[in-house]
């Protein structure tokens, strides 16, 4: 992707990018205090075109990763989440190593069980994500991003 990059205006997120792409995936790979594993997420911005770089917890199934768009458990969805509705084509740096893939959503409606597999992976993976599910009435949406 090669189009204007906007960091994000939250100061820990942007750190964080800043890390895993100027070390080249070899610093700034887990989340503080927690130690669990960060991943980022490139992605195109639905209403600037803009490049948009996203760090997620690592939730991972098979050769597919899980994107929880959790946001802490705030009450609306995180802007990434409708960027990606948008445009599904996305880039996922895994410490050193990048992947073009593209994301679906699994929604709980049209797949409860497939939703609720990824979801107890993600769980697993970060546990903070079932309080977070607990603090808010919006099912937290899931993606599953794949190889392209
Ligand atoms: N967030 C999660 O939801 N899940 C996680 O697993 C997670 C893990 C995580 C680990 C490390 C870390 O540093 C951060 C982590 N976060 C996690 C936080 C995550 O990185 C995001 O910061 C958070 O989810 C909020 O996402 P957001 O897309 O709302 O980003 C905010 C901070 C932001 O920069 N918003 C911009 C703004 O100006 O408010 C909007 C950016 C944007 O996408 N703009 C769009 C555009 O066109 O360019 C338009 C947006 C629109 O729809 O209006």
Redesign the pocket.
């Known amino acids: 992707m090669t189009e204007k990059y ?1 960091p ?3 100061a ?2 942007r750190e ?1 990018v800043e890390l895993m792409e100027s070390s080249n995936g070899t610093e700034g790979t887990v ?1 503080k205090d927690s130690g669990l594993p ?1 991943i980022l997420v490139t992605h195109r ?6 490049i ?1 770089k ?4 690592r939730a991972v199934d098979g050769s597919s990763y899980i ?6 458990g705030a009450p609306t969805n ?6 990606l509705v948008t445009d599904p084509n996305v880039e996922i740096r895994d410490k050193t190593e990048v992947y073009s893939m593209k994301v679906r959503e699994v929604a709980d409606a049209a797949d409860a069980a497939e939703k609720k597999r990824l979801w107890d992976i993600a769980v697993e993976a ?1 546990p903070p ?1 079932a309080e977070y599910q607990e603090k808010t009435t919006r099912p937290i949406p899931v993606f599953l991003a794949e190889l392209v």
């Open positions: 906007i994000s205006n939250a820990w997120v964080q989340l960060v911005g639905r209403k600037t075109g803009a948009r996203t760090p997620l917890m994107l929880v768009a959790s946001q802490g995180p802007s990434w989440y409708y960027n970060y994500y």
